[in-house]
């Protein structure tokens, strides 16, 4: 199992911050190699969508997941059902009217048996780099005045 935590300094305003992260299909849809499929608004604040992971050489990985806005700057998500059983975190916006910060903090687990065998270390590190260049794909959009 893994922890991860990451934060990031955004030139733009914590409201132009918290608009774009929580949009939550944008969000959901920076992750690579990830489809995102039926995904519907259950309640006010809270989405459900299933995820379908393609990489190329390992296992097909499907899940559903959650994600539901717990505050002012807090989106957390987590997986339902499916291949993944570990898998849940937050996005937390933090700052003012001048400069905003990104935190993404997610507790993992990557399933045994989804691909040729690799050390425990490099998987969790290839999946920590994505998370950050996920956090760093948000900064360039908000900085960018990307809607």
């Known amino acids: 199992m893994a922890d991860f935590s990451h934060t990031v300094a955004v030139a ?5 911050l918290w608009a774009r992260v929580r949009d939550v299909r944008w969000v959901a849809g920076l992750f690579p190699y990830v489809a995102i499929e039926d995904f519907l608004e259950a309640a006010p604040d809270r989405w459900r969508y299933r995820r379908r992971l393609r990489i190329p050489t390992l296992a097909e990985l499907r899940w559903e997941e959650e994600a539901l806005l717990e505050g002012e700057g807090l989106l957390a998500f987590r997986a339902l059902a499916g291949d993944l059983e570990t898998f849940h ?11 905003a910060q990104l935190t993404l903090s997610i507790h993992y687990l990557i399933p045994d048996g989804i691909g ?4 425990e270390f490099v998987a969790y590190g290839v999946m920590n780099q994505v998370f950050a260049t996920i956090c760093a ?4 959009a908000v900085e960018g005045g990307q809607a």
């Open 12 to 16: 733009a305003s914590r409201a132009a």
């Open 89 to 99: 975190g937050r996005w937390q916006v933090d700052g003012d009217a001048a400069a």
């Open 116 to 119: 040729p065998a690799v050390p």
């Open 137 to 140: 794909r948000v900064k360039e």
